[in-house]
């Protein structure tokens, strides 16, 4: 079925495997050379795969076969190859060539549905056929596919044009009703080009608004995609501006999944329709079609004969999908709501005895129930303030809590891996004190054991959450919940840490070697990392003003607290222009090969060769204000320039890996400062270490340094007369050595076809 396009089946061949154990045993072992064995087993591997089946197959190290992705056979033959969009236009069937997309028609009825490929659809059939066309031949309805060639959202000229020649050759006036349909990649295009149709309809499920990082900057999801596809020039970009002229919007998603809900929240209108398809994440059509739910989704939704309330009733056949009850038990349990996850495990287990996840979570969260929690002393209330501005916009709300008898709680070994954060007097889970430790990863609610040690810490205390070493994260995640000691009426007698990964001596380190850091903000109160659980008199939980995604661009609180402190903390002075170097880091931190060549070029024009660790913090907050034009690599030293630079400062960051956070830096430097950094990607290749398969903080980039020289004369950093000294081919492999040396391990260049973390759906 079309809905099975781009499954794998990962079926073994018993044929094939029978074969080679025949092959193998068909001659004696006894007197065989090692080498010789060896080779007998290969041909047999060898014969066995030439009795299997061939095309998709594969021999494990065992010699089992399996099969691999193989594409399906389309449900129909291909069209003749039409010549132009205007001969194409009246014929019951089509297909148009082309380079980057082609288009597949079959009439069946006056209602059309346009349908677009996603990431995992590409090279599901053989040949590639539309994206629902099983579908779309079981409804008889007429079908337009455009087939994508590529994972590129479509954001190429010949998707654009292959549908404004068929709407000029009159093509969709020949149709009732006309219907824009896709899922993540190809919902955006289905929201996005649909404008080039005005009054179709359109169905979009756990669709993009847009990859432009300007514009999204909360979706790093698939950041090679944000990166390397036009998303400034070509038109339609956004959907949240290309809706208007659709008949009706259907948005189709899973609120909990944050950056399809984001991505939803910004599209508006009278005529958009939300369906919120709960605990299915975002990939939710592939839960929904192993049930019939998913068919009369689509058929109301096609044919038009689907209101939201009708829809609300069909999506409620989504409850026994054992997918969806492992989802809304894992929130559950995440929210700290046990007792009612509880009930609702027993009663999924009563509707389906033979679910044993239910039974486990269930018996886990009924014997943490009856386990004592501490004696606490008795809870005066708890209360809650909001520090409102005329500028307070989400995700921020500037809430402060103060609660009684609350238990902050590290990291565990008994507990699931980084569950920590802060518990109210009764147990329940204080989301508020929610820690993220990556864009995308964040601290589940911890579960106290029936044995677990309790500490009682009497007084008034601030919960800062974690604290990590590194002053990249330290800046993003250790200093966002500090600015409420603005707004507190009475001086804590302590602020509160949990150690990152339960490493408490590794956290007093970390407090320590920040000393400076505090002081210049002002704070002398105790700073505390907590070993084990701890019942505290009165606690407060300010919101995180600070942090990953669209916290990037900090709370009007946040802001305001850091940047009144650090501004003050010195006056400025130094050079105007200055290159922020990482030459001298550790070769653990990565950086980019010769980057020695960036600081000599630059030096000869007067640039200050700036290394911020080998100087105390006021001073690189001097070096920083004091800054007309800025040149560095992406890393830690822009994340703190961005708290005191002037608006009218220039900077130019240049790239050091594939996978830099570009947006972050961004969205920081202009909610800070107000200043758009210059971003300067001439990354030619990464090279890697060990087992990574991705560039990260370890990686080291290889740059081509003439482009480097180039885009900072275009852009004015430089002299447009400058002749830079450049290295050749020999000497960068010269610097690779060097590298390797200084890591006592070898480096590999990262293949245009190996697979990244982010080509994932």
């Not at 205007?86 to 297909?95: L, S, V, Y």
């Not at 809650?384 to 565990?412: N, Q, Y």
């Not at 050091?656 to 990354?683: E, K, M, T, W």
């Amino acid at each position: 079925m079309a809905e099975r396009a781009g499954e794998q089946t990962g079926t073994e061949e018993p044929a094939a495997e029978a074969a080679a154990e025949t092959a193998a045993e068909a001659a004696p072992t006894e007197s065989r050379p090692p080498k010789r064995r060896a080779a007998r087993a290969r041909a047999a591997k060898a014969a066995a795969a030439a009795e299997a089946p061939g095309p998709g197959m594969k021999i494990s190290k065992s010699g089992r076969v399996k099969s691999r992705r193989v594409p399906r056979s389309a449900y129909l033959p291909r069209p003749e190859a039409s010549a132009s969009a205007a001969e194409a236009a009246m014929r019951d069937e089509f297909f148009l060539p082309g380079r980057r997309v082609e288009g597949w028609f079959v009439h069946r009825s006056d209602v059309l549905i346009v349908t677009f490929d996603n990431t995992t659809s590409i090279g599901a059939y053989e040949p590639a056929q539309p994206w629902l066309m099983g579908r779309a031949l079981k409804m008889e309805v007429s079908v337009l596919g455009l087939i994508a060639k590529r994972r590129d959202w479509y954001r190429n000229a010949e998707s654009q044009e292959m549908i404004a020649r068929l709407r000029d050759a009159g093509f969709f006036a020949r149709f009732r009703r006309v219907v824009f349909i896709g899922t993540s990649m190809g919902g955006f295009a289905a929201l996005t080009l649909s404008a080039l149709v005005p009054g179709a309809a359109v169905v979009a499920l756990s669709p993009q608004s847009t990859l432009a990082p300007d514009l999204a900057p909360f979706d790093q999801r698939y950041p090679k995609y944000a990166r390397k596809l036009d998303w400034q020039d070509l038109p339609l970009r956004d959907a949240a501006e290309t809706v208007a002229p659709a008949s009706e919007v259907w948005l189709v998603y899973d609120p909990f999944t944050p950056e399809d809900r984001a991505h939803a929240d910004r599209i508006g209108g009278d005529h958009v329709r939300r369906l919120h398809v709960n605990f299915l994440g975002h990939r939710l059509m592939r839960a929904l079609r192993r049930t019939d739910l998913l068919n009369g989704l689509i058929e109301g939704l096609v044919r038009g004969t689907l209101d939201p309330a009708g829809a609300r009733r069909l999506l409620r056949q989504r409850r026994g999908i054992e997918a969806w009850q492992t989802a809304l038990l894992a929130a559950g349990e995440q929210a700290g709501h046990m007792m009612l996850t509880a009930r609702a495990a027993r009663r999924i287990l009563a509707l389906h005895p033979e679910r044993r996840f239910a039974r486990r979570t269930a018996r886990s969260l009924e014997r943490r129930l009856a386990a004592p929690v501490g004696k606490p002393r008795d809870p005066v209330g708890d209360s809650r303030r909001v520090i409102a501005s005329h500028d307070l916009a989400p995700p921020f709300t500037g809430e402060i809590l103060t609660l009684s008898e609350a238990l902050v709680v590290p990291e565990r070994d008994h507990d699931q891996p980084r569950a920590s954060g802060v518990l109210h007097h009764d147990g329940r889970w204080c989301e508020l004190s929610r820690v993220w430790i990556r864009a995308r990863k964040t601290c589940p609610a911890p579960l106290l054991s029936p044995d677990e040690p309790i500490g009682d810490l009497p007084g008034t205390h601030l919960y800062a959450g974690h604290f990590r070493g590194h002053f990249g994260h330290f800046l993003v995640e250790s200093t966002a919940r500090l600015w409420a000691l603005a707004h507190l009426d009475e001086k804590p007698d302590s602020i509160l840490y949990l150690p990152y990964r339960g490493d408490v001596a590794g956290g007093a380190r970390a407090i320590r070697s920040q000393r400076k850091f505090f002081e210049l903000l002002g704070i002398d109160i105790p700073i505390r990392s907590l070993e084990f659980t701890h019942r505290v008199e009165r606690l407060i939980v300010p919101e995180l003003g600070f942090g990953w995604l669209e916290r990037y661009a900090g709370s009007p609180a946040y802001r305001a607290f850091m940047q009144e402190r650090l501004r003050g903390a010195a006056p400025a002075e130094g050079a105007e222009d200055l290159y922020i170097s990482r030459a001298r880091l550790n070769a653990a931190r990565g950086g980019i090969l010769g980057e020695t060549v960036i600081e000599e070029n630059l030096a000869r024009l007067g640039y200050e060769i700036f290394h911020p660790e080998k100087h105390p913090l006021d001073v690189q907050i001097a070096r920083y204000k004091a800054a007309r034009r800025i040149v560095a690599l992406d890393g830690s030293a822009l994340h703190l320039a961005a708290y005191v630079l002037r608006p009218e400062s220039r900077v130019a960051m240049i790239l050091r890996r594939s996978l830099a956070n570009v947006a972050d830096y961004d969205l920081q430097f202009r909610s800070f400062c107000g200043v758009v950094p210059d971003v300067i990607n001439v990354i030619r290749r990464d090279w890697v270490a060990g087992e990574a398969t991705r560039p990260d903080f370890r990686s080291v980039g290889e740059i081509g340094f003439g482009a480097l020289f180039d885009r900072l004369k275009a852009l004015g950093y430089v002299p447009p007369d400058f002749r830079p000294d450049l290295p050749d081919e020999a000497a960068i492999r010269a610097m690779l050595d060097t590298f390797e040396d200084r890591r006592d391990q070898p480096f590999r260049a990262l293949t245009p076809g190996e697979r990244h973390g982010d080509e994932e759906e």
